[in-house]
């Protein structure tokens, strides 16, 4: 089955820096790639997602790039503020069938310092 | 904006009793799922939900575990005799038809097995 990898565990950045986190994922035939911010004691929250057919995408000073030779995809947060500190989390999926599992990476601590 | 909503927030039980956690998804979405959480670990997947009838299940969703939506608004986990080991949180997620992939996560339910 499928199985991601994601790094690093935890990311501590200055207030208006740049953060990356990366994941990896095993099963070629997966094709969707959401990332999920969770607050403390909340649910994970949709931040932005990319499916295989696309490089990159963009939503304010989000972005997802996708590589699908390399099977590995990475989320860039530009102009990091105090409030994007939350946990991270990578996921993949296949078929675009509306039931697939999503299968989670293992999260990424994001601690932005004003 | 609709959500996707749980209760209770957080429920402790002996072991070996039932539970009951309840879900109500986002109106307009056909696709529902549960995810687990053990603290500190990864989002977990163990069921997804379609039509009335169990679309896929994780190993982890064995026979202590069932789903159900008892009328058109209320999806629920039943844990028949719980173990220590299902103690985590638990998130309920929905999806709608058209763009499935898009799964929206509830807030989540902390389960204690005493």
């Known amino acids: 089955g499928e199985n991601v990898e994601q790094h690093p565990s935890t990311l501590s950045v200055q207030e208006g820096d740049s953060a990356v986190i990366k994941c990896t994922y095993s099963?070629?035939?997966?094709?969707?790639f959401p990332w999920y911010k969770q607050e403390l004691g909340k649910g994970p929250q949709l931040i932005i997602d990319?499916?295989?057919?696309?490089g990159e995408k963009k939503d304010q000073r989000i972005a997802v790039t996708l590589n699908k030779t390399a099977k590995h995809f990475s989320l860039h947060i530009t102009e990091t503020q105090p409030e994007d500190s939350a946990v991270y989390f990578c996921a993949a999926s296949k078929e675009n069938t509306g039931f697939q599992k999503l299968v989670f990476g293992t999260g990424t601590r994001l601690l932005v310092s004003p | 904006e609709p959500e996707v909503t749980q209760t209770p927030s957080h429920q402790v039980t002996q072991m070996g009793q039932e539970v009951i956690l309840r879900c109500v998804p986002i109106?307009?979405?056909?696709?529902f799922y549960w995810y687990r959480q053990i603290l500190g670990q990864k989002v977990e997947f163990l069921v997804s939900?379609?039509?009335?009838?169990?679309?896929?299940k994780s190993e982890i969703f064995d026979d202590q575990f069932s789903v159900e939506r008892p009328d058109g608004s209320n999806f629920t986990l039943k844990i028949r005799s719980t173990k220590l080991e299902d103690s985590a949180m638990y998130f309920c997620?929905?999806?709608?038809?058209?763009?499935?992939?898009?799964?929206?996560f509830g807030p989540g339910t902390r389960l204690t097995v005493t």
């Open positions: 990319i499916r295989s057919n696309v």
């Open positions: 099963d070629s035939a997966s094709n969707y």
């Open positions: 997620a929905s999806s709608e038809e058209k763009n499935g992939d898009e799964q929206y």
């Open positions: 109106s307009n979405h056909l696709y």
């Open positions: 939900f379609y039509n009335n009838e169990i679309s896929e």
